[in-house]
Nanobody, 122 residues
Framework: QVQLVESGGGLVQAGGSLRLSCVAS?????MAWFRQAPGKEREFVAA???????SYYADAVKGRFTISRDNAKETRLEMNSLNAADTAVYYC???????????????????WGLGTQVTVSS
C-alpha cells in the first residue's frame, strides 16, 4: 500500500504564497493535487508525470500555481496570489500510470494522502 504524506499547509493572507509538499512511500509515475472546500466536491488542481515532462492545471489555478517533481517520490505545489477561493483541504494523489487525458479525474487515482489545510484570509 502506497502512503502519501502532505505538508506545508497553513494560514496566509490574500495575495500571499504557500508551498505544499507530498512524499510517497514508493516511486509513483503520476502525482497530483486535489482540493476540497467545505460543502463542495473534491476538485482537481494540478498533476504531473514522474519526469516532470507533462503537467496539467485546473483553469482556476493556471498562472498562479506551479506543480513540480523533485524525484519519483516527491511533488511540490507552489501557490502564489492566493485568494479566499483557494481555501480548502489540499490532497495529494498518485497512481502508477495515468493517460494524460485522465489526469484531472479523481477516479484513476488509487492512492491519497490525508490532506493539509490551506486557509486564505481576506
Amino acid at each position: 500500500q502506497v502512503q502519501l504524506v502532505e505538508s506545508g499547509g497553513g494560514l496566509v493572507q490574500a495575495g500571499g504564497s504557500l508551498r505544499l509538499s507530498c512524499v510517497a512511500s514508493l516511486n509513483m509515475h503520476t502525482m497530483a493535487w486535489f482540493r476540497q472546500a467545505p460543502g463542495k466536491e473534491r476538485e482537481f488542481v494540478a498533476a504531473i508525470t514522474w519526469s516532470g515532462g507533462t503537467s496539467y492545471y485546473a483553469d482556476a489555478v493556471k498562472g498562479r500555481f506551479t506543480i513540480s517533481r523533485d524525484n519519483a517520490k516527491e511533488t511540490r505545489l507552489e501557490m502564489n496570489s492566493l485568494n479566499a477561493a483557494d481555501t480548502a483541504v489540499y490532497y495529494c494523489a498518485s497512481q502508477y500510470g495515468i493517460a494524460v487525458g485522465f489526469m484531472p479525474q479523481r477516479g484513476p487515482y488509487d492512492f491519497w494522502g490525508l490532506g493539509t489545510q490551506v486557509t486564505v484570509s481576506s
